[in-house]
């Protein structure tokens, strides 16, 4: 006591009018500032800590609603962990995974696996390099049923709602449609029988139809514009009417037939496909498939075709006259529109030109190019004379 009454005494004395002085009280007031405010967090630490060990038995409590900002931020790191490794996309369908779980929407995954055919190479995962295949890779359920709940705008009236309900939506609901782009419907005008080009949003349709001017045309005019729609019905008609013609024929046969790859002798090898040697209508026949007309790098185009050529193995003692076109087979899902082709076999001319596979795009070429092999189903038809 006697020391901090010396000490009081002596900070007391050096008070009037030196800056010494002025110095020692500041320095105590901040001392008694720091230890008053160390020991209220001590009293705070501690009944936190009393709060977290009497709460340890209770159930958890919710999560704070994040503010508007960061809520966004969240959703933009989804996309960032939920997007396709190669389009850096959110994928729209099947999700499939490599075997350490990178993702890979159906369109990508289907186009690496058609590069690696063309390029005779083993398909890798974009991230890892690790081997991927149909059989390696399965689809990831999850991620589908967590993308499917993100939200999107939709292209038209710019809201947002979830991805699942957008299909829907876009389709039925939104009062600014105009094309649905996945379904091929497209709002038009109801007089567009008879020649009305117009497209447009939803709700502008019935102003619209109030004032379209098609159905004052004359006659004449009508006639004209019918009479392209008849072509074309016309030509559909044939086809079909050509087919059902086919069917009585005496003498038909079909089978499946299975294209497997090979490549050629060339410097440069080419991927081609052939079927191994089948029997129809009594005969032993062939079939041959091309990428592109066999260009030199389809990897490095876009757009991919593919082109066969049915080719008779059998000697014949008289020209053989046929009808043949080629149907996906009864597992695949790839869509191949009927044509009709024609030709007259014997022992000179026992191959047919190379004639296009009627698939509708290069998406489903690639689905085709990314099987292990091509399975479709051929029909000869065999010409009485």
């Known amino acids: 006591?006697?020391?901090?009454?010396?000490?009081?005494?002596?900070?007391?004395?050096?008070?009037?009018?030196?800056?010494?002085?002025?110095?020692?009280?500041?320095?105590?007031?901040a001392?008694?500032?720091?230890?008053?405010?160390?020991?209220?967090?001590?009293?705070e630490v501690a009944i936190r800590r009393e709060g977290t060990e009497s709460d340890q038995d209770e159930p958890p409590k919710k999560r704070m609603r994040l503010p508007e900002g960061e809520s966004g931020k969240l959703e933009e790191r989804l996309y960032s962990v939920l997007c396709c490794t190669v389009c850096l996309d959110l994928p729209k369908a099947s999700v499939y995974q490599c075997t350490n779980g990178h993702l890979m929407c159906a369109g990508c995954f289907i186009h690496l696996l058609a590069d690696s055919r063309l390029k005779e190479e083993q398909a890798t995962c974009p991230n890892c390099r690790c081997e991927i295949s149909k059989s390696l890779c399965c689809r990831n359920l999850a991620v589908e049923k967590a993308v499917s709940e993100l939200p999107t705008?939709?292209?038209?009236?710019?809201?947002?709602?979830p991805r699942s309900?957008?299909?829907?939506?876009?389709?039925?609901?939104?009062?600014?449609?105009?094309?649905?782009?996945?379904?091929?419907?497209?709002t038009q005008c109801k007089y567009k029988r008879i020649g009305?080009?117009?497209?447009?949003?939803?709700?502008?349709?019935?102003?619209?139809?109030?004032?379209?001017?098609?159905?004052?045309k004359t006659g004449s005019e009508l006639m004209g514009i019918l009479g392209e729609m008849d072509q074309n019905h016309r030509r559909?008609?044939?086809?079909?009417?050509?087919?059902?013609?086919?069917?009585?024929?005496?003498?038909?046969?079909?089978t499946e037939v299975q294209f497997r790859p090979y490549r050629t002798d060339d410097f440069i090898t080419r991927l081609y496909y052939e079927t191994?040697?089948?029997t129809v209508l009594n005969q032993t026949w062939v079939l041959k498939a091309r990428v592109n007309d066999s260009e030199r790098n389809p990897n490095l185009s876009c757009k991919r075709t593919l082109s066969f050529q049915l080719i008779l193995k059998s000697k014949?003692?008289?020209?053989?006259?046929?009808?043949?076109?080629?149907?996906?087979?009864?597992?695949?899902?790839?869509?191949?529109?009927?044509?009709?082709?024609?030709?007259?076999?014997?022992?000179?001319?026992?191959?047919?030109?190379?004639?296009?596979?009627?698939?509708?795009?290069?998406?489903?070429?690639?689905?085709?190019?990314?099987?292990?092999?091509?399975?479709?189903?051929l029909f000869i038809f065999q010409i009485q004379k």
Not at 176 to 185: A, G, Q
Not at 198 to 213: K, M, N, R, S
Not at 246 to 254: D, N, R
């Open 165 to 186: 309900s957008m299909e829907r939506h876009q389709k039925e609901e939104c009062q600014d449609r105009y094309t649905y782009s996945l379904m091929r419907t497209v």
């Open 196 to 216: 009305c080009p117009w497209q447009g949003p939803f709700h502008e349709l019935p102003a619209h139809e109030g004032e379209c001017c098609h159905p004052t």
């Open 236 to 254: 559909e008609l044939q086809l079909y009417n050509s087919i059902f013609s086919l069917l009585c024929y005496e003498k038909i046969g079909f």
């Open 153 to 161: 705008d939709c292209t038209f009236c710019l809201k947002q709602f």
């Open 316 to 377: 014949v003692n008289s020209a053989l006259e046929c009808s043949f076109l080629l149907l996906k087979g009864p597992y695949d899902d790839v869509r191949i529109k009927p044509v009709i082709h024609h030709h007259a076999f014997s022992n000179d001319t026992n191959e047919t030109e190379y004639v296009p596979l009627p698939i509708s795009d290069s998406v489903e070429c690639n689905k085709l190019l990314a099987a292990k092999n091509i399975n479709l189903r």
């Open 31 to 43: 001392a008694l500032e720091a230890v008053a405010g160390g020991m209220a967090m001590q009293e």
């Open 276 to 278: 191994p040697r089948f």
């Open 1 to 29: 006591m006697s020391s901090l009454e010396e000490r009081g005494e002596v900070g007391v004395a050096a008070a009037p009018g030196s800056s010494s002085a002025g110095l020692g009280v500041g320095a105590v007031g």
